[in-house]
């Protein structure tokens, strides 16, 4: 566990849904639900056939590279997005390293254990977490955001994401969802014109690969090279990485952009449904555009309480730097389901 200031950085959603909680319907977990598909899983056990070979990242390099119109030396293949921030924790010599928050932990807690005395820019309720980019330190020579960030849900403009890069500074953009949000709208990736730009992404959220560990950094040659050096042999497994090259070919990318605007939808359905919870006192931060919603209400630890006895699992906020124990995250579900889950709600708020 790692805790700074109380916040309890080591935390995430899987916790709600692990022993007790797996009977849960879980709105914790910003997995898409009913994912992997059965494309996808048959395409990953048809791999197995070649597991005594070394695993060889060559094809499934190229397919992330082609995906976003980069040459290959600009991509970098990771056990999920969480081995990257470890790579560059560990790789990259900084000296003074700012997390803009509420945000992913992860990023702050491999900085932290890699060494780094770590500064924090916290945006704020009342600007609807959107990013304030002069609040983050003209001195800061790595910045790590998320875009559309977790847990806020908020989407922040690239080109003032873009407008953090300065000589001598690591811009680290963690897009692990941008591919829920229809048309990829705001997306740094693939982009070349921005000095010191790496960005994340993860394959685990929209195809439910959790259990895999798939995802990959784009990012110039050298820090590539830099980030593969701090990398043991053969980090990513070979039915890995026929899953990576299978979900960045066009049908995976025509699935995912469908995908993305199904989510809006049920995104919208699951805001209305809260609307009317207003005079209850609970607020939905920001604007949401990712696969996730956050909002506020008093006394929300016994809500997620009672929320868990009537069959829910949500996302406590209060691990998040930025948030304390009145916020909760929920993923976006089918109507089905959210309107199964308003209805425990409402008898959550009543007690």
Not at 146 to 166: C, E, K, M
Not at 297 to 302: E, I, N, Q, T
Request: proline share 7%.
């Amino acid at each position: 566990m790692r805790t700074e200031n109380g916040h309890d950085l080591r935390h995430h959603g899987d916790a709600e849904v692990r022993d007790d909680g797996r009977t849960l319907v879980d709105l914790a977990v910003n997995v898409r639900a009913d994912t992997p598909p059965a494309w996808l899983r048959e395409h990953i056990a048809a791999s197995l056939g070649g597991l005594a070979a070394y695993p060889d990242g060559r094809a499934a390099r190229a397919a992330v590279a082609a995906r976003h119109g980069l040459p290959v030396e600009r991509v970098l293949l990771t056990a999920g997005a969480a081995e990257a921030f470890v790579l560059l924790a560990r790789a990259l010599k900084v000296r003074r390293p700012v997390v803009v928050h509420p945000q992913f932990t992860e990023p702050e807690a491999a900085l932290r254990d890699a060494g780094h005395a770590v500064g924090r820019v916290l945006l704020r309720e009342e600007d609807g977490f959107r990013l304030d980019p002069a609040a983050v330190p003209e001195d800061a020579d790595l910045v790590v955001i998320g875009n559309p960030t977790n847990p806020t849900s908020v989407l922040h403009p690239a080109d003032a994401i873009a407008g953090l890069a300065r000589p001598g500074r690591v811009l680290v953009v963690d897009e692990a969802f941008m591919d829920a949000v229809p048309g990829e709208s705001e997306a740094l990736a693939g982009r070349v014109d921005v000095p010191g730009l790496v960005v994340l992404r993860s394959l685990t959220k929209t195809w439910g690969l959790a259990g895999l560990r798939i995802g990959y950094v784009l990012a110039a040659p050298g820090t590539v090279e830099d980030l593969q050096r701090a990398q043991p042999l053969w980090p990513v497994s070979a039915p890995a990485l026929a899953a990576a090259e299978a979900c960045v070919g066009p049908r995976a990318v025509a699935e995912a952009a469908h995908a993305a605007h199904r989510i809006a939808a049920d995104r919208a359905h699951l805001l209305g449904g809260l609307a009317r919870f207003a005079p209850a006192g609970l607020r939905v931060a920001g604007f949401a555009q990712g696969p996730f919603v956050l909002i506020r209400l008093k006394r929300a630890s016994a809500v997620r309480r009672r929320l868990r006895d009537l069959g829910y699992a949500v996302r406590r906020g209060d691990t998040f730097p930025g948030l304390d124990e009145e916020w909760l995250r929920l993923a976006v579900r089918d109507r089905a389901t959210t309107d199964g889950f308003l209805r425990a709600l409402e008898q959550a708020l009543q007690h």
